[in-house]
């Protein structure tokens, strides 16, 4: 019987996919460089396949893989097909038998899943995006009815799908794909923490974070001022930034703990320095390291697998932590979209401030107190999280493995 129902189960599915062939997926992701977050969304889509689809031959369509993304991409996998040019997309698209749209802050590549709608015919789906009310065209609409599976990363984003009338044969949560990545740079983050005395577990990562991205102020996207964006930066970075501060003083002081300031994005470095490292009390700068360089996702999550946590106004670096059972504090705001509720989603609530809601400001130095002066309860609080995580990959990539037929 046990035989019986393991051959139903495990293999029957496996080989019904295309047919008895090799399902081909054709995995629309990387949308930008210049944000490690950004970048952990295809290693975390391609590790999920990788995984639990471990057949399938998969190719990614990316936006970019520019300044050092590609290398790493393929050193962690190195049979994965790459398409960069017009005509090998063309040849992809014809050739792959399923679409993959992976996660984002929307339906990001919706001409291009629009195009293998109408031009193929063939199955595709969507993979752990956002949707806002505003984002969410006739276009967009037209575009996810058309998938075989819609799957959200926020509850709040799946409630805004349905009210704006997309009805998806499967529309369920799924968490952000980043949460599977597992690049690793061990060598250069161990090279980093010796050169400043940081000792594994004795420290907490903070990040720091505009209201918007200032995208002119990096050098490689060649974007235009914003004087809106900028107006609005300026006016919130002090309220957002002093709770963070707060959180690094008592830190140092109460728990005799350290505190690195990295960025998730190359504006986080001078962001850093002006409104957390500079502006902090003589005797906790003594005890605090401003890392003032951008780095890649793969160092990123081997430095963030030796501290005792993270905290700050970013998501991606959360997302990557709890994904390595690390514990780590989300504090957001209405221009970073709904994405942050994920953080509730997978049980995560008490870890999740918004700085919108004045109430909230204070109770934000105290929760990264607690979180760090009990490694062990906190380290079991996100690893239940990372079990809902876990189920959750596991039910919706089974999903995605029966409609690769």
């Not at 460089?33 to 990614?60: F, M, Q, R, Y």
């Not at 962690?76 to 679409?99: G, Q, S, W």
């Not at 005797?283 to 005792?308: C, G, M, N, P």
């Not at 989300?330 to 997978?346: A, H, L, N, P, Y």
């Amino acid at each position: 019987m046990q035989r019986r129902t393991f051959l139903a189960t495990t293999l029957a599915p496996l080989l019904a996919q295309a047919g008895g062939k090799t399902p081909k997926i054709l995995v629309r992701s990387s949308w930008q460089v210049v944000n490690i977050g950004d970048i952990a969304h295809s290693p975390g889509v391609l590790t999920l396949l990788e995984k639990h689809i471990p057949g399938a031959e998969v190719t990614l369509w990316p936006s970019s893989l520019a300044n050092g993304v590609e290398g790493m991409i393929r050193h962690r996998f190195p049979k994965l097909r790459i398409v960069t040019t017009p005509e090998d997309v063309t040849r992809a698209i014809a050739d792959n038998d399923f679409l993959l749209h992976g996660s984002g802050p929307s339906l990001v590549a919706t001409s291009d899943v629009d195009r293998w709608r109408t031009t193929t015919k063939k199955p595709y789906g969507v993979y752990g995006i956002t949707l806002q009310k505003a984002s969410i065209t006739p276009q967009v609409v037209t575009v996810l009815n058309g998938a075989r599976f819609v799957f959200l990363r926020d509850s709040v984003s799946l409630a805004a799908a349905r009210d704006a009338g997309v009805h998806a044969p499967v529309m369920e949560f799924a968490p952000d794909g980043a949460l599977a990545t597992d690049l690793r740079n061990d060598a250069a983050a161990n090279e980093f923490l010796r050169a400043h005395s940081l000792e594994h577990g004795r420290f907490l990562c903070c990040i720091p974070r505009f209201r918007m991205t200032p995208d002119w102020l990096m050098l490689t996207r060649h974007r235009p001022y914003d004087e809106v964006r900028d107006k609005q930066n300026l006016a919130m970075k002090e309220h957002d930034h002093a709770p963070l501060r707060e959180a690094i003083t008592r830190v140092v002081r109460e728990l005799r703990m350290k505190v690195l300031i990295c960025p998730e994005d190359e504006t986080q470095v001078a962001l850093g320095k002006e409104m957390l490292f500079d502006k902090l009390p003589e005797d906790v700068k003594a005890s605090v390291v401003w890392r003032d360089h951008f780095w890649l996702t793969d160092e990123a999550i081997s430095t963030y697998r030796q501290s005792a946590g993270l905290f700050g106004n970013e998501m991606h670096s959360p997302i990557m932590c709890i994904g390595h059972g690390i514990p780590a504090i989300v504090c957001r705001f209405e221009e970073q979209t709904s994405k942050g509720f994920m953080w509730r989603d997978i049980g995560l609530g008490e870890w999740l401030f918004d700085l919108d809601n004045e109430a909230d400001l204070p109770k934000i130095a105290p929760a990264v107190v607690a979180m760090a002066k009990d490694p062990a309860g906190s380290r079991r609080k996100a690893m239940k999280a990372r079990d809902v995580v876990l189920g959750r990959q596991k039910a919706t990539m089974n999903i995605v493995k029966r409609n690769l037929v």
